[in-house]
């Protein structure tokens, strides 16, 4: 049973997150401005560890043992999939853009969970994907180097939905800092490689933007697996769109940037998918 005061704190770390993440977006998109997408995911993922690691060693090695690696094989090489397409598309869109695209994962979970728990796809949800898919379809822009980071975006999506459903799976047998210490460390693992071919110096400014970027993202994490298991994905789960709002003001505030009619008309598509989608 899920008490009134858990739904409350459930909603307020939901909200919690999305402004860490929103300021995540607006650090990877400052960051992007001088340094390759490649540099930024290892970063990202290095200092999130260095978070991280300390909290679960708290309770000894035992705090990192378990009896299901390989789903936090697939929620990291979905998240850390994600994460490079988020953070190309972050680089080439308006940030309030971007987040949009970030937010079709819930379009995505109903056929991730046809195809892999075979659950049913009834004719509402159906109708509720078509829409979700014609909003992102108006924020992806007619052609050239937009289209492509939008479709990178709606790729991070699809990849977001697929460990969003593994976390869920997680969550019944795993703590939230485990979930979040293995993910840090497979991504890190991987991310380490392309640094091979795509390693530059990073001047003092973007230092610091790397650093800080990590402990941001790690503890937006935190907050809304956190989040998740206190209360119901339906009832606080809408909280999730308030990024779309920090993304917004983070955009203008910085780089002047407004949302297009289309883009407008996008995001109404997708919220209303999106709401309808968690809520049913």
């Not at 994460?83 to 109903?110: E, G, N, R």
């Amino acid at each position: 049973m899920h008490y009134p005061q858990n739904l409350l704190l459930g909603a307020t770390l939901v909200i919690l997150s999305e402004l860490m993440f929103a300021t995540m977006g607006a650090m990877i998109k400052a960051a992007s401005a001088g340094l390759p997408n490649e540099m930024i995911v290892f970063f990202r993922n290095l200092f999130g560890l260095a978070v991280v690691l300390p909290i679960v060693l708290r309770s000894g090695l035992g705090g990192i043992a378990t009896q299901v690696p390989y789903l936090h094989l697939t929620r990291s090489l979905s998240g850390v999939g994600a994460m490079y397409c988020f953070f190309f598309s972050l680089s080439q869109l308006p940030l309030a853009d971007a987040m949009l695209l970030k937010l079709t994962a819930p379009i995505f979970i109903p056929l991730i969970a046809l195809v892999w728990l075979h659950e049913g796809f009834p004719v509402s949800v159906r109708w509720a994907v078509a829409i979700g898919f014609i909003g992102a379809g108006l924020i992806l822009g007619p052609s050239g180097a937009v289209q492509w980071a939008a479709l990178a975006g709606l790729a991070g999506g699809m990849l977001a939905a697929l460990a969003k459903v593994t976390v869920r799976r997680l969550s019944a047998t795993e703590p939230t800092s485990r979930i979040v210490f293995y993910f840090a460390l497979i991504a890190a693992l991987i991310s380490a490689v392309p640094l091979a071919w795509s390693w530059q110096a990073p001047s003092g400014e973007e230092w610091l933007l790397l650093v800080a970027l990590g402990p941001v993202a790690t503890i937006g994490q935190l907050l809304l697996t956190r989040a998740y298991s206190l209360a119901p994905a339906g009832q606080i789960g809408p909280f999730t769109y308030v990024s779309i709002v920090f993304a917004g003001l983070l955009g203008w505030i910085f780089w002047n940037e407004v949302l297009s009619v289309r883009a407008v008309f996008g995001a109404l598509c997708i919220f209303g998918a999106g709401l309808y989608r968690i809520n049913n």
